[in-house]
């Protein structure tokens, strides 16, 4: 622990308290632009750690005395007493806000660049934003427009972290949007007290205005030593709803046509791991947005599995931790190139070196049930490693429409490089399917976070445009899956009848998993011949609708089953339909009434309405 | 008042079609010992006729007595309570309803309807036949739980009440409820006896029937009594006095059906598919059982069908006739079934026709 150097005192916290200064002067209802991390005094450092070690002592022999319980029980109890010794310590530890843990810091922040060597960018990007900086920095003022860079990229591959290294580099002040403490409406409500509630986007507004005055005002004041500062706004105001997009989206262009400081906009992609989240603003609508309003825009890419490699290590031995070269390969490939869940990670599994063992060993066992790899084969490895669950992988999110169409457009390898022979036993040619060019089903399904039922529904509507037109094998394999599905999802076979709710929910959520396996496998596997990929829109399920209008149906046949008749006997709902309805109509037409009884009757089809997920 | 309900018998003596049912139950009711019961057989051939005649023969006049109410049952599950309603048909010895309308919640409606009925036993001045009678519809459409529950009610409450169970199919009824009960199979009547009806009715109707008109209705009822009946008066409505190559129109659902087997016949491609599941949709949508769907889509199918397809045709359609019961929704099996048809029958005009 000793080795740990001194550079842990945030560099630019001084820059960064001047620019604070800056603006908080000439706006003093400003909010602080940004709050410095203390410097964490280094001689603090070390009663922190042999406090920890003291902690962990002390749980290491309340797990020994577990373990000479003589209860009967006392291996297995004190197997547990480890483990939820392991997670209090794993909280203690992260939590490193309170006071108590005032010292220790995540590790994000302690190792956050602090030159551009450190930065885990690609040399080129770091390059192109250091230039633009740099030209605008140098540009004589007065000049309008092509003030404002866009930096877009995944959650994780250092766009701010960049921009902030660049500006310490170049010793230029950052004047930073904050986000304020999100305030609910509810809360607000709630709370009532004397705060007032502004919305998010109109405080955006107004550091907005802000930075234009500031920019108006700054040429005349510093004269010729001008500082050099630049804007950074890292978080744009959620919006939802159309008005307040615009609204917005009017701010940012007023913005980027108006300022006269270098400004960067860092937006985070979010199209990777789409959100499921409707409500969420639309990034790419804003990206383009932003182009046309004049910004210069640079794209980042997720960050390298070598560099987040090299970065670990660094980490590692300044940590001087011990952690092998296999479990900084785990995390650097699982982490999906975002090096702040990578760290982040490390940190977790640095904390405690048992897990570290555990976390290895099942990563082991992950790598080698990739026996299925043909499955797999082929992908990069970005892709192929979140096809098995990591221990310290992030979870990818696919929104349901995306997961349908992977399974309904059914991509498989070409016939070119079969090579599944390494299955142990042959199948029968009709029964032989290429590989599929994705992950495994069931992981799509995970990630997609349908219901079970939506899912086959959706399946169930869409997959006969997919299938061959002269494949009516296919088309009955396909059908023949969908039905087995649908029978495991009415739950287990005790359970008939025909709207049954399932309530033994212990078996049923097994069988919901099965039977979500079965549907997606099932149209896979019966859909050999796919049709030419062409166009194809999503139709929302019509058993829906006609669920719906059946039950009205029935709720209204039902009522009228005793007004007519002066029958002794009560009817049967199906004799009624049978028989009585269609003949009633004959026999006594006037009080026949036309509403609804004509079968031909159109059923209104309003297809392709692609946002109903929700009302299933 | 339909002829169907108008000249339904109203007593035992008055059973024509089924006439040594109907004396065995008089016998039963004579020895004052009634177990209880359970009436099955195909629709329209008489179990709801024999079942009112039944009660009539026990109570007297009093059983024709009936009001209908619309009953609302707290059901006290232990973890909620909620409303049920459910509609009653009641005289004061008698009880009918249709647990099957409840859905899924058959099963409260089963134990707490029965539970009720015991504890307001009726005390019967003369203290005979103390018990009451509770009638309940499409047994077989009730789920196992249901009748697992009816089970133990039966058993419980059996000195107070007397079950009289009716159904299409005894198969869907569990076997020990089955067990507890006597069971009466009821037959479809035999297009003789169906004619012998029509011209019964005929007469008191004070009707002219040309010679083979009752026959054809017959035949086209497909044994089914009530049918009969029903294409009978729609035959009056439509033209009187009858001519004599008269045929009553067919019924609107079957038609629709039969216009999809030869829909199917003449195209078998997943695009067919896709607009058979439609017309199906429309079938579902106004309330026609998916079973009596796949069941007259069947019948039409094998019509046309080669002698060598029938067996294993009939084979996939039982088999996704039980599977649209264990599962949920209906369109699902019955396009599976539709598939693997045209799967079959496109493989058959290839093999045969090249």
Same mark, same amino acid.
């Given at each position: 622990?000793?080795?740990? $150097? $001194?550079?842990?005192?945030?560099?630019?916290?001084?820059?960064?308290?001047?620019?604070?200064?800056?603006?908080?002067?000439?706006?003093?209802?400003?909010?602080?632009?940004?709050? $410095?991390?203390?410097?964490?005094?280094?001689?603090?450092?070390?009663?922190?750690?042999?406090?920890?070690?003291?902690?962990?002592?002390?749980?290491?022999?309340?797990?020994?005395?577990?373990?000479?319980?003589?209860?009967?029980?006392?291996?297995?109890?004190?197997?547990?007493?480890?483990?939820?010794?392991?997670?209090?310590?794993?909280?203690?530890?992260?939590?490193?806000?309170?006071?108590?843990?005032?010292?220790?810091?995540?590790?994000?922040?302690?190792?956050?660049?602090?030159?551009?060597?450190?930065?885990?960018?690609?040399?080129?990007?770091?390059?192109?934003?250091?230039?633009?900086?740099?030209?605008?920095? !140098?540009?004589?003022?007065?000049?309008?427009?092509?003030?404002?860079?866009?930096?877009?990229?995944?959650?994780?591959?250092?766009?701010?972290?960049?921009?902030?290294?660049?500006?310490?580099?170049?010793?230029?002040? !950052?004047?930073?949007?904050?986000?304020?403490?999100?305030?609910?409406?509810?809360?607000?409500?709630?709370?009532?007290?004397?705060?007032? =509630?502004?919305?998010?986007?109109?405080?955006?507004?107004?550091?907005?205005?802000?930075?234009?005055?500031?920019?108006?005002?700054?040429?005349?004041?510093?004269?010729?030593?001008?500082?050099?500062?630049?804007?950074?706004?890292?978080?744009?105001?959620? /919006?939802?709803?159309?008005?307040?997009?615009?609204?917005?989206?009017?701010?940012?262009?007023?913005?980027?046509?108006?300022?006269?400081?270098?400004?960067?906009?860092?937006? /985070?992609? =979010?199209?990777?791991?789409?959100?499921?989240?409707?409500? !969420?603003?639309?990034?790419?609508?804003?990206?383009?947005?932003?182009?046309?309003?004049?910004?210069?825009?640079?794209?980042?890419?997720?960050?390298?599995?070598?560099?987040?490699?090299?970065?670990?290590?660094?980490?590692?031995?300044?940590?001087?931790?011990?952690?092998?070269?296999?479990?900084?390969?785990?995390?650097?490939?699982?982490?999906?190139?975002?090096?702040?869940?990578?760290?982040?990670?490390?940190?977790? =599994?640095?904390?405690?070196?048992?897990?570290?063992?555990?976390?290895?060993?099942?990563?082991?066992?992950?790598?080698?049930?990739?026996?299925?790899?043909?499955?797999?084969?082929?992908?990069?490895?970005?892709?192929?490693?979140?096809?098995?669950? %990591?221990?310290?992988?992030?979870?990818?999110?696919?929104?349901?429409?995306?997961?349908?169409?992977?399974?309904?457009?059914?991509?498989?390898?070409?016939?070119?490089?079969?090579?599944?022979?390494?299955?142990?036993?042959?199948?029968?040619?009709?029964?032989?399917?290429?590989?599929?060019?994705?992950? &495994?089903?069931? !992981?799509?399904?995970?990630?997609?976070?349908?219901?079970?039922?939506?899912?086959?529904?959706?399946?169930?509507?869409?997959?006969?445009?997919?299938?061959?037109?002269?494949? &009516?094998?296919?088309?009955?394999?396909?059908?023949?899956?969908?039905?087995?599905?649908?029978?495991?999802?009415?739950?287990?076979?005790?359970?008939?009848?025909?709207?049954?709710?399932?309530?033994?929910?212990?078996?049923?959520?097994? %069988?919901?998993?099965?039977?979500?396996?079965?549907?997606?496998?099932?149209?896979?596997?019966?859909?050999?011949?796919?049709?030419?990929?062409?166009?194809?829109?999503?139709?929302?399920?019509?058993?829906?609708?006609?669920?719906?209008?059946?039950?009205?149906?029935?709720?209204?046949?039902?009522?009228?089953?005793?007004?007519?008749? %002066?029958?002794?006997?009560?009817?049967?709902?199906?004799?009624?339909?049978?028989?009585?309805?269609?003949?009633?109509?004959?026999?006594?037409?006037?009080?026949?009434?036309?509403?609804?009884?004509?079968?031909?009757?159109?059923?209104?089809?309003?297809?392709?309405?692609?946002?109903?997920?929700?009302?299933? | 008042?339909?002829?169907?309900?108008?000249?339904?018998?109203?007593?035992?003596?008055?059973?024509?079609?089924? #006439?040594?049912?109907?004396?065995?139950?008089?016998?039963?009711?004579?020895?004052?010992?009634?177990?209880?019961?359970?009436?099955?057989?195909?629709?329209?051939?008489?179990?709801?006729?024999?079942?009112?005649?039944?009660?009539?023969?026990?109570?007297?006049?009093?059983? #024709?007595?009936?009001?209908?109410?619309?009953?609302?049952?707290?059901?006290?599950?232990?973890?909620?309570?909620?409303?049920? #309603?459910?509609?009653?048909? *009641?005289?004061?010895?008698?009880?009918?309803?249709?647990?099957?309308?409840?859905?899924?919640?058959?099963?409260?409606?089963?134990?707490?309807?029965?539970?009720?009925?015991?504890? +307001?036993?009726?005390?019967?001045?003369?203290?005979?036949?103390?018990?009451?009678?509770?009638?309940?519809?499409?047994?077989?459409?009730?789920?196992?739980?249901?009748?697992? *529950?009816?089970?133990?009610?039966?058993?419980?409450?059996?000195?107070?009440?007397?079950?009289?169970?009716?159904?299409?199919?005894?198969?869907?009824?569990?076997?020990?409820?089955?067990?507890?009960?006597?069971?009466?199979?009821?037959?479809?009547?035999?297009?003789?006896?169906?004619?012998?009806?029509?011209?019964?009715?005929?007469?008191?109707?004070?009707?002219?029937?040309?010679?083979?008109?009752?026959?054809?209705?017959?035949?086209?009822?497909?044994?089914?009594?009530?049918?009969?009946?029903?294409?009978?008066?729609?035959?009056?409505?439509?033209?009187?006095?009858?001519? *004599?190559?008269?045929?009553?129109?067919?019924?609107?659902?079957?038609?629709?059906?039969?216009?999809?087997?030869?829909?199917?016949? +003449?195209?078998? +491609?997943?695009?067919?598919?896709? *607009?058979?599941?439609?017309?199906?949709?429309?079938?579902?949508?106004?309330?026609?059982?998916?079973?009596?769907?796949?069941?007259?889509?069947?019948?039409?199918?094998?019509?046309?069908?080669?002698?060598?397809?029938?067996?294993?045709?009939?084979?996939?359609?039982?088999?996704?006739?039980?599977?649209?019961?264990?599962?949920?929704?209906?369109?699902?099996?019955?396009?599976?079934?539709?598939?693997?048809?045209? +799967?079959?029958?496109?493989?058959?005009?290839?093999?045969?026709?090249?």
């Amino acid at each position: 622990m000793g080795k740990r $150097p $001194p550079l842990v005192v945030l560099s630019s916290s001084d820059d960064d308290d001047g620019g604070g200064r800056c603006t908080g002067s000439r706006a003093p209802s400003a909010r602080r632009t940004r709050t $410095p991390a203390p410097p964490p005094p280094a001689a603090k450092q070390a009663p922190s750690s042999s406090r920890k070690k003291l902690r962990r002592g002390s749980s290491g022999g309340r797990g020994r005395r577990g373990a000479s319980d003589p209860a009967p029980s006392g291996s297995l109890k004190a197997e547990f007493d480890m483990l939820s010794e392991d997670f209090t310590e794993c909280l203690n530890d992260l939590g490193t806000s309170g006071s108590m843990h005032q010292t220790k810091e995540l590790w994000v922040d302690k190792y956050r660049p602090h030159s551009l060597a450190e930065l885990a960018v690609h040399k080129k990007k770091v390059e192109d934003v250091k230039k633009w900086l740099e030209e605008k920095l !140098m540009a004589p003022k007065g000049t309008h427009g092509g003030w404002s860079l866009v930096l877009t990229g995944q959650a994780g591959v250092g766009k701010s972290a960049t921009v902030k290294a660049i500006a310490a580099e170049i010793g230029a002040d !950052m004047c930073e949007w904050t986000t304020p403490v999100p305030t609910l409406w509810a809360e607000h409500m709630h709370a009532s007290s004397g705060l007032q =509630y502004v919305s998010k986007l109109e405080e955006f507004e107004n550091f907005v205005e802000k930075i234009r005055k500031f920019s108006l005002l700054f040429p005349t004041t510093i004269g010729s030593q001008r500082k050099l500062i630049i804007a950074l706004i890292d978080d744009i105001p959620v /919006t939802s709803g159309n008005a307040s997009l615009a609204r917005l989206g009017k701010c940012l262009t007023s913005l980027i046509q108006s300022t006269q400081i270098p400004t960067v906009i860092s937006l /985070t992609h =979010y199209h990777k791991s789409e959100a499921n989240d409707t409500a !969420m603003w639309n990034s790419e609508e804003l990206e383009s947005l932003l182009q046309r309003a004049g910004a210069h825009k640079i794209v980042f890419n997720p960050v390298t599995i070598s560099s987040i490699k090299k970065i670990l290590f660094r980490i590692c031995k300044q940590e001087s931790s011990s952690t092998t070269e296999e479990l900084v390969h785990e995390i650097a490939t699982s982490c999906g190139g975002d090096i702040r869940h990578a760290i982040m990670s490390l940190q977790y =599994y640095c904390l405690n070196p048992r897990r570290l063992n555990s976390a290895l060993a099942t990563s082991a066992t992950l790598l080698e049930s990739t026996g299925f790899g043909a499955l797999a084969q082929g992908q990069d490895c970005y892709s192929r490693s979140s096809s098995m669950p %990591s221990p310290c992988g992030r979870d990818e999110t696919l929104t349901l429409f995306h997961a349908l169409g992977k399974f309904l457009h059914n991509k498989r390898e070409s016939h070119g490089d079969v090579n599944i022979d390494l299955d142990s036993f042959p199948l029968k040619e009709k029964l032989r399917r290429n590989p599929l060019k994705m992950d &495994v089903p069931e !992981m799509i399904l995970s990630q997609a976070h349908g219901k079970v039922r939506t899912v086959a529904d959706f399946l169930h509507e869409n997959a006969l445009d997919f299938i061959d037109d002269d494949a &009516v094998d296919d088309a009955w394999v396909v059908m023949s899956y969908l039905s087995e599905a649908d029978c495991l999802l009415a739950g287990s076979p005790i359970t008939s009848a025909r709207w049954t709710v399932n309530e033994s929910n212990e078996s049923g959520s097994m %069988s919901q998993l099965i039977a979500a396996s079965v549907a997606a496998r099932g149209v896979l596997f019966g859909n050999a011949h796919a049709s030419l990929s062409r166009w194809h829109t999503i139709r929302s399920p019509k058993v829906w609708q006609i669920e719906r209008t059946f039950r009205s149906t029935k709720d209204q046949i039902l009522n009228e089953r005793f007004d007519c008749s %002066s029958t002794p006997g009560s009817r049967n709902f199906s004799e009624i339909v049978n028989d009585f309805r269609p003949f009633e109509r004959w026999i006594c037409p006037r009080s026949y009434m036309p509403r609804n009884v004509s079968v031909h009757h159109d059923v209104d089809g309003n297809n392709s309405e692609e946002d109903v997920i929700e009302d299933c | 008042m339909l002829w169907v309900d108008k000249h339904r018998p109203k007593a035992l003596d008055k059973v024509t079609v089924h #006439e040594q049912v109907a004396q065995n139950l008089k016998k039963l009711v004579a020895e004052q010992d009634c177990p209880h019961l359970l009436f099955y057989g195909p629709p329209g051939s008489g179990k709801k006729t024999l079942i009112m005649a039944l009660i009539k023969q026990m109570f007297g006049a009093g059983a #024709e007595k009936v009001k209908m109410e619309n009953k609302t049952w707290k059901i006290d599950t232990g973890t909620r309570t909620f409303d049920l #309603e459910l509609v009653m048909l *009641s005289s004061s010895h008698h009880v009918e309803m249709n647990p099957s309308d409840a859905g899924f919640q058959d099963r409260y409606v089963v134990q707490e309807v029965i539970k009720e009925m015991a504890k +307001s036993r009726p005390i019967d001045a003369k203290g005979k036949r103390a018990f009451k009678v509770l009638i309940l519809n499409e047994v077989d459409k009730l789920s196992r739980e249901a009748q697992h *529950s009816l089970r133990r009610t039966m058993e419980k409450y059996s000195a107070s009440c007397r079950l009289i169970l009716c159904c299409n199919s005894s198969s869907k009824v569990t076997e020990a409820v089955r067990s507890r009960c006597l069971n009466v199979r009821v037959n479809a009547p035999t297009e003789d006896q169906i004619v012998q009806v029509l011209e019964f009715i005929g007469k008191k109707e004070n009707l002219q029937l040309p010679f083979g008109f009752a026959a054809r209705i017959a035949a086209q009822s497909n044994r089914n009594l009530r049918r009969a009946i029903l294409f009978f008066e729609t035959c009056k409505v439509q033209q009187y006095p009858f001519t *004599s190559n008269q045929v009553p129109p067919p019924l609107d659902w079957e038609k629709y059906v039969s216009e999809i087997a030869t829909d199917i016949l +003449s195209e078998q +491609s997943p695009k067919r598919l896709y *607009s058979v599941r439609q017309k199906f949709y429309e079938l579902l949508v106004n309330c026609i059982p998916p079973e009596s769907i796949l069941k007259k889509l069947l019948s039409e199918l094998m019509k046309k069908l080669d002698s060598d397809l029938k067996h294993e045709i009939c084979h996939w359609a039982a088999h996704y006739e039980h599977k649209m019961r264990l599962g949920s929704k209906a369109i699902f099996h019955l396009e599976a079934f539709v598939a693997k048809f045209m +799967s079959i029958y496109k493989e058959f005009l290839v093999a045969t026709f090249g």
